[in-house]
Structure formats: C-alpha cells, structure tokens
C-alpha cells in the first residue's frame, strides 16, 4: 500500500451515519465484494394504500 487512505469509503462511511433512512451498515463477506463493498440495513416505509 501507499499510505493513503481510501476516500470513498470514507465519504460513504459519513453519509451513510447522517442518512436518516439508514439503520447500520458493515463491509461485505469476501464473496460479496469484501471491505470494497457495503451492506446497508434501511428502515421500512410504508407505502401509500399498501397494508403489508
């Protein structure tokens, strides 16, 4: 490595804590992409006229 940080995932990491859709968030198994991809847990909205 160079000793650079990686840019995205921290810009993402900062939005994702702010979005307030957002429940939680982690880096994904190596077979889903590993650290350079993100599971995202979101809340739940209702929709309108839909009674799930």
């Not at 650079?4 to 993402?12: G, T």
């Not at 900062?14 to 350079?36: E, M, Y």
Request: proline residues 4%; charged residues 25%.
């Amino acid at each position: 490595m160079d000793g650079r940080k990686p840019m995205i995932k921290s810009h993402v990491n900062t939005w994702l804590r702010q979005h307030p859709q957002v429940l939680g968030f982690s880096s994904c198994l190596a077979k889903h992409g590993g650290t350079g991809a993100v599971y995202i847990i979101l809340k739940r909205t209702m929709m309108d006229g839909r009674d799930e």
